[in-house]
């Protein structure tokens, strides 16, 4: 196990009615506050009408209209109404989208330069300050209410990246697993193998992390176990309560901690909604059987086969290669038994950017040269041929 730190300063009200406890603990960051919506789904649930009550005792600006896979021309937009205004404290009113948006925000107000220099340029420390960031989250999915990651893109380029710091970690978390409850069974789908992802993405890593890895297969098994639930039964409060606290502790640092690992689906995926604004874990559905099948090998073999063995309960007594195509084969049974689409065409996606998608890849995100399995430019356009 390699060393690590260890630290997730988000206060998380987690349960029924912990709206009620916003006011009080948003007051010590400030009472000028920017409240970041997404498209609509706030206002036809009634969730901003109810955070706008929580909070009668603030002065509010409001900043709506975040897509999904946030553009950095609304980053511009924030921005400039935080200055203007004088923002305090930024509260995003949404799914990952909407906090990673506010996010951005929050940083690019202290950003000399545009926004976007400071997105691509996190790595090499464009994030010194950021206004306090919290959130009420009404979608189980990406984990930002409690991680330092916003992912931005920028239609004009076709790029989508990821800005990381500590600085960007929410301040507070309101998670009221019945503000979910409105959520259509396809994004409570893609949301479900989005946290799955993360989970695996962490998962086949470094082999010496005997404790997360337990952890992992547990996370995995309850998002196993609940995202068919909330699908038939979007009000099942057990299953909304696991599948929000379980996407909160797939990406928070915890199962990563001492590991080294590579987020190899993220970066390829990231291409895909870059150039065709695809739905994140829709697209992570599809690539990541296809990115297992691609790298099993004797060096992945163990991991394979105990994710096949711990996970879907695969046969121990099989040959070790059969477990693991078996686990394989059951992850892809479990993405069609939330109906999730399985290949990319019938996204109406074909081959003619994959060339340009896995240099990009390579070049930016370094899984070219990753620690776990590293993958060229042509591994990368072979994965995506076979998502096809
Ligand atoms: O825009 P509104 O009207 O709010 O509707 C949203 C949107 O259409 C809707 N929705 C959210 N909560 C709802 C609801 N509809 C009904 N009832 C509710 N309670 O769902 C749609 C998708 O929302 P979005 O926020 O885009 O989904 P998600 O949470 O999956 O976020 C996806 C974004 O997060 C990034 C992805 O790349 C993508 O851009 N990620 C962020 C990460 C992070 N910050 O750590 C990690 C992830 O790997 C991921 O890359
Ligand atoms: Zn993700």
């Keep these: 196990m390699h060393n690590f730190i260890f630290s997730v300063p988000t206060t998380v009200y987690f349960g029924k009615g912990q709206l009620t406890s916003l006011s009080k603990a948003m007051h010590p960051l400030g009472t ?90 996190s790595a090499k420390g464009s994030i010194t300050k950021a206004l306090p960031v919290c959130t009420v989250l009404t979608l189980a999915a990406t984990g930002s209410e409690m991680d330092g ?22 301040k507070v978390s309101i998670m009221d697993p019945e503000f979910t409850y409105s959520v259509p069974a396809p994004q409570t789908a893609a949301g479900s193998a989005d946290i799955l992802s993360h989970i695996m993405e962490v998962y086949f890593g470094d082999e010496n992390t005997y404790m997360t890895d337990r952890i992992s297969e547990a996370l ?65 559905a599809i690539i990541t059987p296809q990115w297992m099948r691609y790298i099993l090998n004797e060096k992945t073999l163990d991991k394979f086969s105990a994710f096949a063995r711990n996970v879907w309960g695969i046969d121990g007594s099989l040959p070790k290669y059969e477990q693991a195509k078996r686990g394989i084969e059951e992850l892809e049974n479990f993405f069609r038994l939330l109906k999730l689409p399985n290949k990319l065409s019938s996204l109406g996606i074909d081959d003619r950017h994959f060339a340009e998608m896995a240099e990009h890849a390579n070049k930016t995100t370094g899984i070219g040269s990753a620690s776990y399995v590293p993958l060229s430019s042509k591994s990368i356009e072979n994965i995506l041929k076979m998502c096809l």
């Design 32 to 121: 000028k506050v920017l409240v970041v919506t997404g498209r609509g789904s706030t206002i036809r649930n009634g969730i901003l009408a109810k955070v706008k009550c929580a909070l009668s005792d603030f002065q509010l600006t409001e900043l709506s209209g975040v897509d999904p896979n946030p553009r950095v021309t609304t980053v511009r937009k924030g921005v400039e109404l935080c200055r203007e205004k004088g923002i305090e404290v930024i509260l995003a009113v949404g799914g990952g989208s909407v906090i990673d948006c506010a996010k951005a925000i929050a940083a690019g107000v202290y950003y000399d330069g545009d926004p976007w220099n400071m997105v691509l340029n």
């Design 149 to 170: 990651a916003a992912v931005i893109s920028n239609v004009d380029t076709n790029e989508k990246f990821t800005m990381l710091s500590p600085l960007l970690i929410p």
């Design 220 to 284: 995995m098994k309850t998002v196993i176990r609940f995202a068919p639930v909330a699908m038939t039964r979007p009000d099942d409060y057990e299953a909304r309560a696991n599948l929000m606290w379980a996407s909160s502790w797939a990406i928070n640092g915890l199962t990563a901690a001492g590991k080294a690992h590579d987020w190899s689906c993220h970066y390829i995926e990231h291409e895909l909604s870059a150039f065709y604004d695809i739905t994140h874990g829709v697209g992570l």
